[in-house]
């Protein structure tokens, strides 16, 4: 795949790019193209520290090409030129939890005071008490048209009272929305895109985010990858949560890197 060439790098991440757009937790799964001599991307992952990523079931799969093989960091438009520095290779021991969420192993742990990876850092988890029902929630994540992700985007979510779980076209399990997952819907966008890219909540992983009281934002999840298609006006969509503080399950606290846990239902 042919990008263009852009000679400066960090002006392209954050001079090009709205402030409301600059996530640097984000990251963008890569894969092997369909000629095989080339790439494509898809996919959101977060960063939770220097050497774990975290994503959704929906990125990856049984064949080759449906598994990343690595990730770039500390670039919020995915069309154009990517530095070699940014790119990180991923192990292939990923670890799936309920056919949901999917954590992945970096060959190379990220050092965050590298010059290099000064638009890149780990995700600032949201605490348990801060997810209630009147918390102002977003969605960011990749835009994607057919081929490939496009740069982020940022919707503003209404978490629904009455959730109906959508039809799954994929074989998740261990769903409880009074628990592990919530479900909200997307509101009107004010500004609809114009690139030709959809903002797809679930067929990117987008990722759930509250906005505090200072105005910053807190991660609390991940879309549940309930379907491959690409929903943007759907009714209801299901996020994942994993916050501060958790559930135990059956085998004891599933607890992320730096205290966050992820909500099993298998209490």
Do not use: W
Request: proline letters at 4%; a neutral charge; glycine letters at 6%.
């Amino acid at each position: 795949m042919a990008f263009p060439k852009i000679s400066n790098l960090g002006c392209y991440v954050f001079c090009r790019v709205p402030k409301e757009l600059r996530f640097p937790y984000l990251a963008s799964l890569q894969y092997v193209g369909p000629l095989h001599d080339d790439f494509v991307f898809r996919c959101t992952a977060i960063i939770l520290s220097s050497k774990q990523l975290l994503t959704t079931s929906i990125c990856v799969g049984s064949k080759e090409r449906e598994n990343p093989n690595s990730v770039v960091l500390g670039v919020s438009d995915m069309r154009g030129h990517i530095d070699e520095k940014l790119t990180f290779q991923l192990k292939t021991n990923a670890m799936q939890i309920n056919n949901d969420v999917v954590l992945f192993d970096l060959h190379t742990d990220i050092n965050f005071k590298d010059q290099s990876m000064k638009n890149v850092s780990m995700a600032t988890l949201c605490y348990e008490n801060e997810l209630t029902e009147q918390s102002r929630l977003y969605a960011v994540g990749f835009a994607q048209n057919e081929a490939t992700n496009c740069g982020l985007f940022k919707l503003r979510l209404e978490r629904l009272s009455d959730c109906r779980v959508p039809e799954l076209s994929r074989p998740v399990t261990g769903i409880n929305t009074n628990a592990t997952h919530i479900c909200v819907r997307a509101m009107p966008e004010t500004s609809p895109r114009l690139d030709g890219c959809k903002n797809c909540l679930t067929a990117t992983s987008s990722v759930l985010h509250v906005e505090r009281s200072d105005g910053s934002l807190c991660v609390a999840g991940i879309a549940t990858p309930t379907t491959d298609e690409c929903t943007v006006n759907s009714e209801s969509t299901l996020y994942t949560i994993f916050v501060k503080i958790g559930f135990k399950n059956a085998c004891g606290q599933f607890v992320l890197p730096d205290g966050p846990t992820y909500r099993n239902n298998n209490d």
